[in-house]
């Protein structure tokens, strides 16, 4: 059992930037994928950003692709988004989850997830 716990969100300018974080206690977590997923009200979850269990294979949605950076410290066991030039539309609840089969962007084959944190870009 991997447990997943977000922070790092708030409201931030258009244009501005933030990094979030996602710290996994329990189970192993270097051997899990790790993902960013999004929702915003009245949408579905969507895909962000992947990252193997090394570090060195990532994937990202083309909505963020030049603007995001997702990384891994297996020492720490967290995972981090880094997200720049912030548009009002990046507006979310952004999801930190843990795949035990390899790099995925679909949500279902994710096992563990986090409670999420808020972001808010004002324009």
């Known amino acids: 059992q991997v447990q997943l716990v977000e922070s790092g969100g708030g409201l931030v300018q258009a244009g501005g930037s933030l990094r979030l974080s996602c710290a996994a206690s329990?189970?192993?977590?270097?051997?899990?994928?790790m993902g960013w997923f999004r929702q915003a009200p009245g949408r579905e979850r969507e895909f962000v950003a992947a990252i193997t269990w090394s570090g060195g294979h990532t994937v990202y949605a083309d909505s963020l692709k030049g603007r995001s950076s997702i990384s891994r410290d297996n020492a720490k066991k967290t995972v981090y988004l880094q997200m720049s030039s912030l548009k009002p539309e990046d507006t979310a609840v952004y999801y930190c989850?843990?795949?035990?089969?390899?790099?995925?962007?679909?949500?279902?084959?994710?096992?563990?997830w986090g409670q999420g944190t808020q972001v808010t870009v004002s324009s």
């Open positions: 329990g189970g192993t977590f270097s051997t899990y994928a």
């Open positions: 989850a843990a795949a035990k089969y390899g790099l995925a962007t679909d949500l279902r084959q994710y096992e563990y």
